[in-house]
């Protein structure tokens, strides 16, 4: 399938590129073009070493350029779009929550709309064929309760920060797009995910750095929330069965079957830190866990269902929260160049002005 991936320079849209040209068989069949602005949280870098491979084309833009998208569509007879295109921090988004509105609510509108009329120009059985597969999250649902059952498909949206709200809102537009014109849509709602090539601004890369450079490890409130945590490998096999055999205007959760409070969760990073890279002084890392204020609006738990994605598409996670936090830390303690650059570049790079100029190619 000729893929156009939005945002796939990020966290989990560079293991989905990753993924799919290690299946390529064929470059021009198995096309990937990569549409990726770059901002804090993209970084090229996560395929820099891709960048010849002959199935890959990345181009520097936005999602909000129509005429981009639209040229974008027709040159590369795209055949599908993977939309994980995003501002995805919640802490951002409180601070500043106007960003979130035009990437991820107008920026999904523009993409579905260039999408819908690109299909209408598609031959009956290409037409019939072709893919928006749009990746959500389950902030979407807002919280549970502590014996609540997991959120699902059908569970009523409740968003409760600016982040969440936006997603909500292009999960709408999303779905309206399937009801109102026929574009093929699909989506997904995902829990907490981790992994290599994550920001480190997100939980679990910041703590495992913090812990290595000897820095607090911040647990917000009582560190009692309840997440649900997803290895990124994980959640991109879900992707690829929900884009191959997922049925056009449904949703799919997609979870890691791992529930933990954000205290446990760290007492087991640092005990996989303990053991792989021990602290000079004998110590565990758990003595660097530090309690900060809580944040506004921050959710109890979140919890997913995945019995449909399951049932349907025969998917489940393979990665337990133990083997895959290990995974994890060994490949950030086998990549701290990768590490550190991103800490000590990436916050500034779009102010230092060297960003790529726009539609810059990875390869020739």
């Not at 807002?142 to 014996?147: A, E, M, Q, R, V």
Request: glycine residues 8%; hydrophobic residues 40%.
């Amino acid at each position: 399938m000729r893929l156009l991936i939005t945002g796939g320079c990020g966290f989990i849209g560079s293991a989905f590129v990753r993924r799919r040209l290690a299946a390529a068989a064929d470059p021009a069949a198995d096309a990937l073009v990569n549409l990726d602005a770059l901002t804090y949280a993209g970084n090229a870098d996560n395929l820099a070493d891709l960048a010849a491979h002959p199935a890959y084309t990345f181009i520097h833009g936005d999602i909000g350029d129509q005429d981009l998208v639209a040229r974008l569509l027709t040159e590369h007879r795209i055949e599908g779009i993977v939309h994980f295109a995003a501002e995805s921090h919640v802490d951002r988004s409180i601070d500043s929550p106007e960003p979130f509105a035009r990437t991820n609510v107008l920026g999904t509108l523009h993409l579905l709309e260039a999408a819908r009329r690109h299909r209408q120009s598609l031959p009956p059985a290409a037409a019939a064929a072709f893919r928006f597969l749009h990746i959500s999250t389950d902030e979407v649902f807002g919280s549970l309760g502590p014996d609540d059952p997991p959120f699902s498909e059908t569970t009523p949206y409740a968003p409760n920060s600016p982040y969440a709200a936006s997603k909500a809102a292009a999960d709408h537009f999303a779905r309206a797009a399937h009801r109102t014109y026929g574009l093929p849509v699909l989506i997904t709602n995902c829990s907490n995910n981790y992994g290599p090539r994550q920001f480190p601004e997100k939980l679990i890369p910041l703590c495992l750095l913090n812990a290595l450079e000897g820095r607090d490890l911040p647990l917000y409130g009582d560190g009692l929330q309840i997440r649900d945590w997803l290895h990124v490998d994980d959640h991109c096999r879900a992707l690829d069965h929900v884009l191959d055999q997922g049925r056009p205007g449904e949703t799919y959760a997609i979870g890691g079957n791992a529930e933990v409070t954000n205290r446990d969760l760290l007492g087991t990073l640092c005990a996989v830190l303990d053991l792989l890279r021990p602290r000079t002084d004998g110590l565990s890392y758990a003595r660097q866990i530090t309690m900060v204020a809580d944040r506004p609006g921050h959710d109890r738990r979140y919890a997913m269902d995945c019995s449909k994605i399951r049932r349907e598409l025969g998917w489940q996670p393979r990665e337990s929260l133990q083997s895959g936090l290990e995974k994890t830390v060994r490949w950030y303690l086998e990549n701290r160049a990768w590490c550190d650059a991103v800490t000590r570049t990436r916050y500034d790079r779009a102010r230092l002005g060297t960003l790529p100029a726009p539609e810059s190619r990875a390869r020739p």
